[in-house]
C-alpha cells in the first residue's frame, strides 16, 4: 500500500481571477468586500482581505487563473511536491505572490493551476467586517473523469458524486480536509470557471451579506437555498464580469476516510429547496 498524500489538510487560500476590465472587476469587488486593491509588481492587482484574498490579473474575462491551496508548513509542502514528482506530474513554477520560495504548481489537463504553499508572513491582515473565507473553486468541464482522476492522485478525496440516469458524471465534489468540498467540478461542453464560494459562520452571516448586497444594489442571481452534496446553505451573486460568487455556510464536515456518495442529477440535488442551476 502507498503513502497517502502529504496533501491533507490543505484550505484554499487565495485564487486569481483574469478580466479583460480589470478596474471594473476591481471596483466591484471593493464594494463587495469592503477591501482596498494593490496593484502588485507584476502588474497584477490584490484585493486583500483578512480571510479572502483574490489576485486580478489582466487576460480573459471570466478565467480562473489559478487556485492557490495553503499547507501549514513547508516541510509538508515539499513532501508534497516529492510525492507529485514521483508520479510523473509536471511540476510548475508557483505564480503566486502570496505564497513562499517552497510553493509549486501543477496543471491538469484543461490548464487549470493548482498551487501549493504556505502564506508568506505580512502584515496582519485587517478583520473583515462580515466575515466569509475564500473556501473553494469550481470548474466546468468535458474531461470530468481526467480533472478527478489528477485530482486524486495529488491527494484529494473524492466526498460526492452526480450521475444521469445513463450512468454519466455529471458533478463531482473533492476535499483536503474536513470540509465537504475544496474543489468541484460539473460536466459541461467546454472547459470554464464556473464559480467560487466563501463560507461564512453561520446563517444569519448570510442574511447580513444579502442586505449588504442589496445597500450595493446587487440582486442575488441564485438563491439562496441549500445544496445536496456539501448539505450547505448558500446564495450566489454574479460579479461586473459575469463570473458567479457564493456565500456559504453549514459547510459539511467529513473524516478523510469517508466513502464517496451518489446523487441522481436532478434540481432537487442542487438545491434541496427548490429551483437549481443546471449546468449544459
Ligand atoms: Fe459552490
Known sequence: MTDPSPLWPARLHHIEITSDQPPVLLDFYRRLFECDAQELA??????AGGERNIVVGRGA???????????????????????????????????????GEEAFAVSDRDGNILVFGTPLDGAPAKADRLPARLQHSVVGSPNMDDLIDFRLRLGFV?????????????????????????????????PKFDHFSMETTSWNDIRDWADHLGGLRISLSWGPGRHGPGNNLFFMVCDADGNMVEFSAEMELMDRDTAVRQWKHEPHTLNLWGIAWMRD
Open 42 to 47: 507584476d502588474g497584477r492587482w490584490l484585493l
Open 61 to 99: 474575462r471570466n478565467g480562473l487563473g489559478y487556485s492557490a491551496f495553503a499547507m501549514d508548513d513547508r516541510a509538508r509542502v515539499a513532501a508534497l511536491r516529492d510525492f507529485v514528482t514521483a508520479q510523473g506530474i509536471k511540476i510548475q513554477p508557483s505564480p503566486s505572490p502570496l505564497f
Open 158 to 190: 473524492l466526498s460526492d458524486q452526480v450521475k444521469d440516469d445513463d450512468g454519466n458524471l455529471t458533478a463531482a465534489f473533492l476535499r483536503s480536509d474536513r470540509e465537504h468540498h475544496s474543489q468541484a467540478m460539473f460536466h459541461t461542453r467546454v
